[in-house]
């Protein structure tokens, strides 16, 4: 029973193969599948099943364009630093929102908080530090020569480290501001996050370009990991001495590439997040890196990458169009977590460096993941927003997937789906249908829930893209639902094959086939279920070579079925002044025909080539296109020559004729008296041009001529004939 059902598969899948005309399935099954599209309230595991997201709080936050810093303090209270307004604003455990300090300048980029509960707070452009001892209560500590200050930390003595750019550097300032001193200066314009290793040594990453550092005593800094890309923004570290690393942006150019220039004198810049409406504050590239927020162009690049403790380097993420904003690492369970924009992606690795999607945000951008209490606390713009994860699943999400392009109008079959479904639980699926490639008014409304997983018939209309939606919620139990697999099948509509090009070779030149490198079983009959494609192979006609053979014309086409089916082909040809087609050969599968001219008579001619679906579909369904070539000429016959007059003349030979030839030009003539050799003769006009051409010559007689005269005559179809005479 098991090999006549295997048997069975593999003939069904046979006849699949062969036949396009049967339905196709399109999955989402695997990771990669589910990531193309929306998740809403839904987590994707690595292994490709799609669960309820971890409950996510909004928190209260202020009425800023931005957010771009965040801290939480021992006693729960929040500190939020935003932009464009340069305003530290303060949460309070009720919930309460309320202004705590305004700077002068436009940006509040970092925020850190000493033993005491003091906090201070980094602003940009004209970069300072303020320190904040209550509401409205706060006064300069620190004001560098540099213009940006992208970070702040505490050393356990106390001392405050501050990251800055315009001249990449640390500064480390002690409790009472004096005497701020660089410790660290880096050969890259920007220094833009602080962290630490496991051991408790100091981490720095650069922007322009990206570069990781572990500063020593003395202010030594040893590079860990020069990236590929422009910025390190984030840093986190293990406890078993792993370095991660979250880097971003334009990927740099080798150092034996031209740097592009930049004007002198540009230094300022802007920090600026991508606002709703598009617009951006620009900024030159060379004179510092986007702030905290700021948005990527789209399309920029992000990975993460792991150094080990042997200082060995491995590539743990990246994505193509994605930038890294901010990781945390959480030591139990082994997992880090990834803010990216601008899908507001926000994803996690665990211990095994398996990647899953956590959640995704209405927000373009995840910068701001901040551990307290036991949970994570997450800011983002555009919109901007705070919120909380916790632990466990939220009560219910949606997860809308990619559009499907069928490439042709088709009829949707059904639709199946793989889930685990606990006791009141739900996992409902939708879809919908259109005729654009991006969904909208003129496409279908979602249809009622379907019902059966194991399938039923797709509701949606005929369409040539398809949407599928899938509903999770949570059982009354609190088991969570899961999906791991969406399926539904399509039949696309049959169009007519398109022969986009039909040209002639030049009369009488030919392919040699080339040796077939196809296993091919020989004597096979025609009729068999695996027909060639009938589509032109570019390898075998680029191996082809190409030789003269008299008397052969070849046609040559390229063809194309948008259905991806096989196809067979009719050549049919037509004379001069006829109504009706001759075929000349059906059900041909090459994209090249060669047929002898000598057995059909002299004569202009048309080739028309008709492509057919045929192998590929029921009789009922076939379609076809054809293409007509351009007039040619088949002309075998030779020319000949008229009204020859030969005189002797004392050492000269006069000799007049008429060459001619029915259908084409002559092209040369050439004579010959023994023992001399063969000699070219013009016509009387000058150019070889016409069927019928006028010669005369006067030929000095060699010494010890035969008597006799030669005349060789071709024509431009390549026919030739010799003439010979006495004199």
Avoid at 408 to 415: D, E, T
Avoid at 612 to 619: I, K, L, T
């Amino acid at each position: 029973m098991k090999k006549t059902l295997i048997a069975s598969m593999a003939a069904a899948a046979a006849l699949a193969a062969a036949f396009a005309v049967a339905p196709q399935n399109w999955f989402l099954r695997t990771y990669a599948d589910w990531l193309r599209g929306k998740s809403i309230g839904v987590s994707l595991s690595a292994e490709g099943v799609v669960t309820l997201a971890p409950r996510e709080d909004k928190a209260e936050g202020p009425a800023e364009e931005f957010y771009l810093s965040y801290l939480t303090g021992p006693d729960g209270t929040a500190y939020i630093g935003t932009g464009h307004g340069g305003r530290v604003f303060r949460r309070g455990k009720d919930g309460r929102v309320e202004i705590y300090f305004q700077a002068a300048e436009m940006d509040v980029t970092a925020l850190a908080m000493d033993g005491k509960g003091i906090l201070y707070a980094a602003t940009s452009p004209q970069g300072k530090i303020y320190k904040i001892v209550e509401k409205d209560k706060g006064t300069e500590f620190f004001n560098p020569a540099e213009r940006y200050i992208w970070d702040l930390a505490f050393e356990a003595s106390g001392n405050l480290l501050a990251a800055v750019g315009e001249a990449g550097g640390i500064y480390e300032i002690s409790p009472q501001g004096q005497g701020g001193r660089m410790i660290f200066k880096s050969a890259e314009n920007h220094i833009l996050c602080l962290g630490r290793d496991s051991a408790g040594a100091l981490l720095a990453g650069s922007g322009g370009p990206g570069v990781v550092y572990r500063i020593g005593a003395g202010g030594r800094g040893q590079v860990l990991y020069e990236t590929p890309f422009e910025e390190v923004r984030a840093l986190a570290a293990d406890a078993r001495g792993v370095i991660l690393v979250g880097a971003g942006g334009s990927l740099k150019t080798r150092k034996d590439e031209p740097a592009v220039a930049v004007p002198s004198g540009q230094t300022d810049v802007v920090i600026s997040v991508s606002a709703a409406s598009g617009a951006t504050a620009a900024a030159p590239a060379a004179a510092a890196p986007r702030a905290a927020g700021s948005a990527p162009a789209a399309g920029e690049p992000g990975a993460v990458f792991k150094i080990a403790p042997d200082g060995s380097v491995s590539r743990l993420f990246a994505a193509a169009d994605e930038m890294v904003y901010a990781l945390q690492w959480n030591e139990s369970p082994r997992r880090l977590l990834i803010g990216t924009g601008p899908k507001g992606r926000l994803y996690a690795l665990d211990g095994e460096d398996k990647l899953s999607l956590l959640l995704q945000k209405d927000s373009e951008q995840i910068f701001g993941l901040t551990a307290a209490e036991g949970k994570i606390h997450l800011i983002a713009n555009n919109p901007p927003g705070i919120s909380v994860l916790s632990a466990e699943p939220r009560s219910e999400g949606e997860y809308i997937g990619p559009v499907f392009d069928a490439r042709l109008p088709a009829s949707w079959g059904r639709i199946q789906w793989e889930a685990s479904v606990p006791q009141g639980a739900v996992v409902q699926v939708l879809t919908r249908s259109g005729n654009t490639a991006e969904p909208g008014a003129s496409w279908s409304d979602w249809s009622p829930p379907y019902g059966k997983a194991e399938g039923e018939p797709v509701l949606s209309p005929r369409g040539r893209y398809l949407q599928m939606r899938a509903l999770l919620k949570i059982g009354s139990g609190r088991a969570a639902p899961s999906l791991s697999m969406l399926q539904t099948a399509y039949l696309q509509a049959n169009v007519a094959p398109v022969i986009g090009k039909l040209e002639l070779l030049t009369p009488n030149e030919v392919y040699l086939k080339p040796i077939d490198q196809d296993e091919v079983i020989w004597g096979q009959e025609r009729r068999n279920l695996d027909p060639p494609s009938g589509q032109r192979d570019e390898m075998k006609f680029a191996m082809a070579k190409k030789v003269e053979r008299r008397g052969y014309q070849t046609a040559v086409w390229e063809a194309e079925d948008e259905n991806g089916d096989a196809l067979s082909y009719a050549v049919w040809i037509r004379a001069d002044g006829e109504t009706n087609w001759r075929l000349l050969e059906e059900r041909w599968t090459d994209c090249l025909y060669t047929f002898a001219t000598t057995q059909i008579p002299d004569g202009t001619y048309t080739l028309k080539v008709v492509a057919s679906d045929a192998p590929s579909n029921p009789a009922e369904m076939v379609r076809a296109g054809e293409k007509t070539s351009a007039a040619f000429l088949v002309d075998n016959a030779a020319p000949e020559i008229k009204n020859l007059q030969v005189q002797k003349s004392g050492g000269l030979l006069n000799v007049s004729f008429q060459a001619e030839d029915r259908f084409s030009a002559v092209r040369e003539v050439r004579y010959l008296l023994r023992p001399d050799d063969w000699r070219i003769v013009f016509p009387e006009d000058g150019i070889c041009d016409g069927r019928t051409e006028r010669f005369s010559l006067k030929a000095p007689l060699p010494a010890a001529s035969d008597g006799s005269l030669t005349i060789w005559i071709r024509d431009a179809a390549g026919n030739a004939a010799t003439f010979k005479t006495a004199f």
